[in-house]
């Protein structure tokens, strides 16, 4: 049971312009939201984070937004540049039962930024 | 440099022959964690500590033990290795209030 998914797995976009990548989670209880980056034979690495009590976070060229009544966040990033072009995940977690604990991630998207 | 550091990175192994994969974090944290990357499936938890001895099931824990002797440490075990076992392994660390700073990974085939 796949409780946060993201179901484009990849993306192709051209430098400069938006990247938009989505996630949608079942679990209610999910009240902490997080975007992770992976580049290959890296570990994933922290990107944007935000709780469900806001509906937006924004970090320099990434925004994250939350429509909780959808149960569904989204990634902007704009613009897009080469750099981005990695494995993007979303992970959510319910911050009130485990503290924060238990991450849920899910597939992940291939961003591809082309010059 | 605070880091979560894993070892080995690489590592191949045969069926049924026990291994620990090493982690240790220089940051104090709390919460340590290990996870699994399978091709389709993402990052799947597989054991969780949210301190020295206290130690949680994520989703995926059949077939492997962990220990929390010492808050730097976090050693994943594998009693006996198969081959639904091949996987990229992280292990990451985490304070409150922060997500979680994964290591770099560990490259695991059983064969």
């Known amino acids: 049971d796949q409780q946060v998914k993201q179901n484009s797995p990849s993306l192709s976009v051209q430098e400069g312009r938006i990247s938009i990548l989505n996630c949608d989670y079942t679990n209610s209880m999910f009240d902490y939201f997080l975007w992770y980056k992976k580049y290959p034979a890296e570990g994933p690495t922290f990107l944007i984070s935000i709780s469900s009590i806001k509906d937006k976070n924004e970090d320099g060229r990434f925004t994250v937004f939350l429509n909780k009544s959808a149960k569904h966040l989204s990634l902007h990033i704009v613009p897009s540049q080469p750099g981005d072009s990695a494995v993007y995940f979303c992970a959510a977690s319910a911050l009130q039962e485990t503290s924060g604990s238990r991450l849920t991630f899910g597939e992940g998207t291939q961003l591809t930024v082309n010059p | 440099e605070a880091q979560v550091t894993q070892n080995p990175r690489y590592l191949i192994t045969v069926t049924g022959k026990k291994l620990t994969v090493t982690c240790s974090q220089n940051m104090n944290h709390e919460y340590m964690s290990w996870y699994r990357q399978d091709p389709g499936l993402g990052l799947r938890q597989i054991y969780y500590?949210?301190?020295?001895?206290?130690?949680d099931k994520g989703d995926v824990p059949e077939g492997y033990k962990v220990s929390r002797k010492e808050k730097r440490n976090f050693p994943l075990i594998l009693e006996s290795p198969s081959p639904n076992q091949t996987s990229l392994y992280f292990c990451a660390s985490r304070t409150q209030g922060f997500g979680y700073t994964f290591g770099s990974g560990t490259r695991l085939t059983v064969v």
């Open positions: 500590s949210m301190n020295v001895e206290v130690t």
